[in-house]
């Protein structure tokens, strides 16, 4: 299964990307990806509850296993005394539980993105009407015993094991993933997602890709704002300076219909509903020279960072994380929630060429700075081999 002599990892996550899904986590994948090229064994456990019976699969040359809690105990039971560490994404009080049972003394590292330690206050513009309070009031077990469990997690009580937690943020550290649980992590590092400059290789933007606009973004939560979007390309739409501006809109989920229907008559906007590949992201990134990605909820920014990676200039909002990656400098900073700012930042750009392509570069040099493989790969490998 693996070489010899390569030090070998558990990575166990709540979702992984396949073949129809490649939106699914699709940022631990690219981690895992530069793992298995610096010589890493990594072994991918998908944990999904209603999967009864092991569910198989190769993705990208990554081997997955996709199960319920028993599942994952009989392969921690198979594989026991082989690995060296296990990575965490998305931690729920069943890990830990199976690998005291199984892999008592193995370290762990645990990675905290977002959803697993955010309070109900966090999220609350998902709420929309009687079901969404019922959706939210439901979730409330669920956020006290992660509480409890991240509280244990940071302090390192009664875990038996050497725990190292990682977060993607500093903002996301102490304005949430601690302020929420009431906790400081003593045994905390911040390292930023992975952002693959050499899959979205800088192309310098001319002049005219300024007034190429392009949002790609998952359609299933209203913390992506796309609605901010929208209105957004409805208000360019209809002003004279940037009338001819070309939008393409790309994404897909249970909101897009209704979220995309204001745009469907427009002819200078082109709706793709679909999911893209990272190599069709990145050649998707070459034709157009302005990412509109608007947020109302980040604890960094991926997708942004990508499209900043291949030279676009980020549109989007003073929101949560999102300052602490782009800066005017290199992007556009709309205040929260307001459509209008984002249309201006666009339209500055579109009638500023000079300004558009030192900002392009400028995001380029940013995000390889911040979040290129030195600066997150090479600290988690380093991390991942510490004694």
Request: hydrophobic share 40%; aromatic share 8%.
């Amino acid at each position: 299964m693996f070489g010899n002599g390569r030090p070998r990892f558990l990575l166990l996550t709540t979702g992984y990307p396949r073949d129809g899904d490649l939106y699914q986590n699709a940022f631990i994948h690219r981690r895992v990806v530069k793992y298995q090229q610096a010589g890493m064994a990594v072994r991918v456990f998908w944990l999904w509850p209603p999967c009864k019976a092991a569910e198989r699969y190769t993705f990208d040359g990554v081997q997955v296993v996709k199960g319920n809690h028993e599942v994952l105990g009989r392969e921690l039971a198979a594989a026991a005394g082989t690995w060296q560490a296990a990575l965490l994404h998305f931690i729920d009080p069943e890990m830990l539980r199976l690998l005291g049972r199984h892999e008592p003394d193995l370290r762990a590292i645990v990675w905290i993105h977002g959803v697993e330690t955010e309070g109900c206050r966090r999220r609350l513009f998902n709420v929309r009407g009687p079901k969404g309070v019922v959706a939210t009031v439901r979730r409330l077990p669920y956020i006290r015993r992660q509480r409890a469990l991240l509280r244990r997690v940071y302090e390192g009580r009664d875990l038996g094991r050497r725990v190292d937690v990682v977060f993607v943020s500093t903002w996301y550290r102490e304005n949430v993933a601690e302020a929420d649980v009431g906790v400081a992590a003593r045994c905390g590092h911040v390292i930023p997602n992975f952002v693959d400059e050499e899959l979205f290789a800088h192309v310098p933007k001319v002049a005219a890709d300024a007034r190429r606009v392009l949002s790609v973004r998952p359609f299933t939560h209203r913390k992506y704002a796309n609605d901010l979007m929208v209105k957004a390309v409805v208000q360019l739409t209809n002003a004279e300076a940037t009338r001819d501006l070309e939008f393409t809109i790309v994404g897909d989920g249970p909101l897009w219909d209704s979220t995309t229907r204001p745009l469907q008559a427009l002819a200078n906007v082109t709706l793709q509903r679909r999911f893209l590949t990272h190599a069709e992201m990145s050649a998707m990134h070459r034709c157009h020279g302005v990412f509109l990605c608007p947020t109302r909820l980040d604890s960094q920014g991926v997708s942004m960072g990508e499209a900043m990676a291949s030279g676009l200039v980020p549109v989007t909002n003073s929101v949560t994380a999102i300052p602490e990656f782009v800066d005017p400098e290199c992007g556009k900073l709309a205040r929260p929630g307001d459509h209008r700012g984002l249309a201006r930042a666009v339209t500055e750009l579109a009638v500023n060429p000079e300004d558009f392509t030192v900002m392009s570069r400028r995001a380029a040099e940013r995000v390889r700075a911040q979040c290129g493989h030195a600066a997150t790969i090479q600290r988690e490998l380093d991390l991942m081999c510490a004694e």
